[in-house]
């Protein structure tokens, strides 16, 4: 039995309408915030460390704090006075449940008027472990009397962009996983767009969406790189045992590595494929493909 009807009508007007943003100084975060400011909203931007309080600043946050998502003081504290959330999560982190309970907890307790929650495809996986925790604090939210919306995310095509300038350098494009793996690789941009789309709109309340882009293996993605950029580019599997010494020399703690370990293999079988139909209507026009991300990134790098 539904007690209070407002919670799900979004009706409480008299708030400000400040927007808080987890995990604001990561990949995610830094691309919905600048997505956010760039549509006019007042951001309040969270995150974990002082040094990265500057660079959002920079990107025009109205205002920024330091807290960490398992301590439930600073979650409060973050939320104070904020009409809604977009919630991002730390990637693979092994307090998924603890943060997930306490943004929720504090959001009731401050009365929020909207919560959205950046999840990832797939949670019903149990075989993809940091997938499957989220899967956990999504039925947290479906009880939580806020009205939400889950979007359900696939992996970024900007998750390449590290390597690059390396691509280009050995004509190589290596990902730890099969080169003929399908995955529903989604532009960064778009879920940005679409972010904003469902917080302005409360008639996405209630709804959990599958953000996803056009399928595409590691084979495809080298051809349509050779094909732009005008360069011999061949699809490579790393193997996983040198993608862990390579991630460990970088300084991924051990749980990161234990999922990833995992993730991999699953990805070998399985790939990680979603429906880009809903990103399509949420957009209202098609999902950015691999080729114009493309050339997008190969015209900023020129
Ligand atoms: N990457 C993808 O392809 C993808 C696709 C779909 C969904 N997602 C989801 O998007 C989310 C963010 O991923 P990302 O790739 O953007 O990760 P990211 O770049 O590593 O950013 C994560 C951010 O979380 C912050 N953080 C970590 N632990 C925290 C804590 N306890 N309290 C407060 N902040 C904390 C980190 O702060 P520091 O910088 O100070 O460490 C970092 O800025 C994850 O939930 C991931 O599952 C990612």
Not at 52 to 57: A, F, G, P, Q, V
Not at 59 to 86: H, P
Not at 192 to 208: P, T
Not at 244 to 255: A, E, Q
Request: with cysteine.
């Amino acid at each position: 039995m539904v007690k209070d009807v407002t919670v799900f009508l979004n009706l409480n007007r008299k708030r400000p309408k400040m927007i808080l943003v987890t995990c604001a100084a990561g990949k995610t975060g830094k691309a919905i915030v600048g997505a956010l400011v760039g549509a006019g909203y007042p951001v309040r931007a969270m995150v974990r460390t002082e040094k990265s309080l500057e660079s959002l600043k920079k990107l025009g946050v109205k205002e920024a704090l330091v807290g960490n998502l398992a301590l439930f003081e600073d979650v409060l504290r973050a939320t104070e006075n904020i009409c809604s959330v977009y919630y991002i999560a730390p990637n693979m982190d092994p307090n998924e449940r603890l943060n997930g309970k306490n943004i929720i907890t504090a959001c009731q307790a401050q009365k929020v008027s909207r919560f959205v929650f950046h999840s990832v495809l797939h949670t019903q996986v149990e075989a993809l472990p940091h997938h499957w925790e989220r899967h956990f604090v999504e039925q947290s939210i479906l009880n939580a009397k806020i009205p939400f919306t889950i979007l359900q995310v696939g992996s970024y095509m900007q998750n390449m962009l590290p390597a690059w300038g390396q691509m280009l350098e050995t004509g190589i494009h290596r990902m730890a996983y099969d080169v003929d793996a399908p995955m529903s690789l989604v532009d960064l941009d778009d879920v940005s767009e679409a972010a904003v789309k469902v917080l302005a709109d409360a008639s996405y309340a209630n709804g959990i969406f599958e953000i996803a882009g056009p399928i595409i293996s590691l084979k495809q993605k080298a051809q349509i790189l050779s094909e732009v950029l005008k360069i011999e580019v061949s699809a490579e599997k790393e193997a996983l045992e040198d993608f862990l010494r390579h991630g460990k020399s970088l300084g991924f703690n051990d749980f990161t590595l234990s999922m990833m370990s995992k993730m991999f293999p699953y990805y070998d079988e399985n790939g990680l494929v979603g429906c880009d139909k809903t990103l399509g209507w949420i957009l209202g026009r098609s999902p950015t493909s691999f080729e114009a991300f493309v050339r997008r990134t190969a015209a900023s790098f020129s």
